[in-house]
């Protein structure tokens, strides 16, 4: 310690400072690495799920859509507005799909994915019933087509509804 005393004051302060520089680096560095970690996790978390709530919340519209449109379609007696029922069918079917596969493309775990096959099982049966109910409305068999779709598309339905 006593070459330290033999130092002058300005060398002193000047190494005190450079000591201080050096721990203010070493901290300034690893809160930097830091805050990249929070960046890529964050991405992730956004990416994996946060848009897939989003994707799935979209696919549950359209969903709600369809069954609203097919109702209509089996209620309104009116063959003015029979093409746009259709029309808006086929687009939430549709847009539901493609909802449907963005939210496929981000599942990472398994739960996820059982859960989400439970879903696309559903979601399939319920198109096919659509897909018959307009087939039935095409035949004009508008009563039978309620009562398939107020009685099966009801229970899928449901079921479907608590999936999404």
């Given at each position: 310690?006593?070459?330290?005393?033999?130092?002058?004051?300005?060398?002193?302060?000047?190494?005190?400072?450079?000591?201080?520089?050096?721990?203010?680096?070493?901290?300034?560095?690893?809160?930097?690495?830091?805050?990249?970690?929070?960046?890529?996790?964050?991405?992730?978390?956004?990416?994996?799920?946060?848009?897939?709530?989003?994707?799935?919340?979209?696919?549950?519209?359209?969903?709600?859509?369809?069954?609203?449109?097919?109702?209509?379609?089996?209620?309104?007696?009116?063959?003015?507005?029979?093409?746009?029922?259709?029309?808006?069918?086929?687009?939430?079917?549709?847009?539901?799909?493609?909802?449907?596969?963005?939210?496929?493309?981000?599942?990472?775990?398994?739960?996820d994915q059982l859960l989400f096959d439970n879903m696309n099982a559903l979601?399939?049966?319920?198109?096919?019933?659509?897909?018959?109910?307009?087939?039935?409305?095409?035949?004009?068999?508008?009563?039978?087509?309620?009562?398939?779709?107020?009685?099966?598309?009801?229970?899928?339905?449901?079921?479907?509804?608590?999936?999404?």
């Open positions: 310690m006593k070459w330290f005393n033999n130092i002058k004051i300005y060398k002193k302060l000047v190494l005190g400072f450079f000591i201080i520089a050096m721990i203010a680096a070493a901290v300034g560095f690893f809160g930097v690495n830091n805050i990249r970690e929070i960046v890529n996790a964050d991405k992730l978390l956004y990416e994996e799920n946060t848009l897939g709530i989003d994707y799935i919340g979209h696919a549950s519209t359209h969903y709600q859509n369809l069954r609203f449109y097919t109702m209509e379609l089996l209620i309104v007696d009116n063959e003015a507005k029979y093409e746009d029922y259709m029309k808006n069918i086929q687009s939430n079917t549709a847009a539901a799909d493609d909802y449907i596969k963005k939210y496929e493309a981000g599942i990472i775990t398994e739960e979601w399939h049966q319920y198109k096919t019933l659509i897909q018959n109910v307009i087939k039935m409305v095409e035949g004009d068999q508008k009563e039978h087509a309620l009562t398939l779709f107020l009685g099966n598309g009801d229970i899928i339905g449901n079921s479907l509804e608590i999936s999404f």
